[in-house]
């Protein structure tokens, strides 16, 4: 009959499997399939113990040993069965889903390892005492001790113990070689993701298979592999934007008898949001070149498009109208469109200049005036606007400013320069710039600019740069 109760059980249990086990996320089946297994067992040493004292006349005390007996088969074999379903579940794992464990669901190996110990010792215990009663009670029981001598019962009784506590050994070393190949296989897993991350490949994940500590690391690392790849993709994105940003910028030099000029722009992030932009167009005095350079608030990926969009606006109206005027005022409403609500402006300065008659305009829409370093070293003259910046009022109507220039070196500049701060927290200045324009008047335009760039490099030294640095340079000389 013990052979139909184990039948018996091993169908209830492929039920119960299917029922209560294999529906669950995989990362709770090995727990629940433990405490499952482990009533089984229970149960059916307890359906045992019952059938033979009712059908047997066994007394309740035997049956009770039954039902100890299994429960303590019944824990190994149920470790041992959780821990080779947890180990199948590990080798699939890569096919298997990737969301973490619900935090109810959460069993941590601290906890599991205390109960896995504290059952063995309990179980152990239990039976080395019955059997030790049980000796006991069979030595009291003869009546040839006498005759037998003590020393060969005790030897009996000894060598019995020593099997059973052979078997449980053997049986609890199963189990942690079981518990060990597991760990081993979750810390496989985890470590191989880890060193392709090393490497800079970030094609994989760690299987998240468990409901324990391994879970938790795993996820935590699948998000940071998530956070990665997005700024993988988010450099790759701004790299992009800096080089379509980098392309709007001339490129070349405008042919115009009595100018030469040159510009350059450094961002301090990915993308930046000043601009500079030259052209040279017919006048209604003759042919005049043409320089923009502005500053939006702010940096980045926004500022960038902003810049664009400026940009974009003003070439397209300097091509319609002559009036400097109209041009600002034209983007302003455009713009002011744009950045309704968002806090955001931008400052331009606009300038023309003809060399026929050497007459100059500009409009300056809240930005730093323009610098004019004569020659002759006469005194430095400072091309200021009046107006506000684009953007902040729909409705302003710009000005424009006329003048004549001689002979000299025409600077223009967003506050990226001046601004500039060292460790000490002193900034670049006007006066620093100044000097180096001062000191270099008779060198070519892109020299000057490279030499206050180097400056400001110098001045600053390590300290992070804090904006965008641009600098405009126009050297202007008889026709």
């Known amino acids: 009959m013990l052979g139909a109760h184990l039948v018996g059980a091993l169908f209830l249990r492929h039920v119960l499997v299917r029922l209560f086990v294999r529906p669950l996320p995989v990362q ?6 433990l405490f499952l297994d482990f009533i089984v067992f229970v149960g059916t040493g307890l359906g045992v113990g019952v059938y033979h004292n009712l059908v047997w006349g066994f007394p309740v005390s035997s049956g009770l040993e039954v039902v100890i007996g299994f429960a303590t088969i019944g824990l190994f074999a149920a470790l041992d069965l959780s821990l080779e379903w947890e180990y199948r579940i590990i080798k699939q794992a890569h096919f298997l889903e990737q969301s973490l464990p619900d935090s109810k669901a959460f069993f941590p190996q601290t906890r599991r390892f205390a109960l896995l110990a504290s059952g063995i010792i309990i179980f152990v215990t239990i039976v080395l005492l019955l059997l030790l009663v049980r000796d006991i009670s069979w030595l009291k029981a003869q009546d040839q001790a006498a005759a ?21 050994l053997v049986l609890t070393m199963l189990l942690v070689f079981s518990y060990a190949r597991n760990l081993d296989i979750l810390f496989e897993n985890q470590t191989k993701v880890l060193e392709r991350v090393s490497q800079g490949r970030l094609d994989s994940k760690v299987p998240v298979v468990t409901n324990d500590e391994f879970a938790v690391i795993a996820g935590h690392t699948n998000f940071m592999i998530d956070r990665l790849v997005e700024r993988e993709q988010m450099a790759q994105g701004l790299e992009l934007a800096r ?85 600002m005022n034209r983007t302003n409403t455009l713009i002011s469109r744009d950045v309704a609500g968002s806090g955001h402006f931008v400052t331009v300065f606009l300038l023309s200049f003809c060399p026929i008659g050497r007459r100059v305009e500009w409009v300056g829409a809240g930005h730093d005036p323009a610098i004019f370093q004569p020659f002759d070293g006469g005194e430095v003259r400072s091309l200021a606007g009046r107006d506000i910046p684009l953007g902040v009022d729909p409705t302003w109507r710009y000005g424009v400013t006329e003048d004549r220039l001689g002979e000299g070196v025409l600077l223009m500049g967003t506050d990226g320069i001046w601004e500039a701060v060292d460790a000490r927290k002193t900034m670049f200045g006007k006066e620093r710039m100044l000097k180096v324009l001062r000191e270099n008047v008779m060198a ?9 760039l180097t400056a400001v490099d110098s001045f600053t030294g390590n300290a992070r740069v804090e904006d965008d640095r641009t600098v405009v340079i126009a050297r202007l000389t008889e026709s």
Do not use: N, W
Not at 28 to 33: E, G, K
């Open 28 to 33: 709770r089946q090995a727990t629940r399939l």
């Open 148 to 168: 037998l001598g003590l020393s060969f019962l005790l030897r009996s009784v000894v060598l019995e113990v020593l099997f059973v506590m052979g078997v449980l």
């Open 243 to 327: 080089q379509i940003q980098t392309s709007l910028l001339p490129t070349f030099t405008p042919f115009l008898p009595g100018a030469r000029i040159f510009g350059t722009s450094l961002f301090c992030d990915e993308t930046g949001g000043d601009f500079y932009d030259y052209m040279v167009r017919d006048g209604e005095h003759g042919p005049q070149l043409v320089i923009m350079i502005g500053d939006v608030t702010g940096h980045g990926v926004g500022s960038a498009l902003l810049m664009a969009s400026v940009r974009a606006y003003m070439k397209a109206h300097l091509l319609q109208t002559s009036d400097l005027a109209e041009v």
């Open 444 to 452: 070519s335009p892109q020299e000057i600019a490279e030499r206050i």
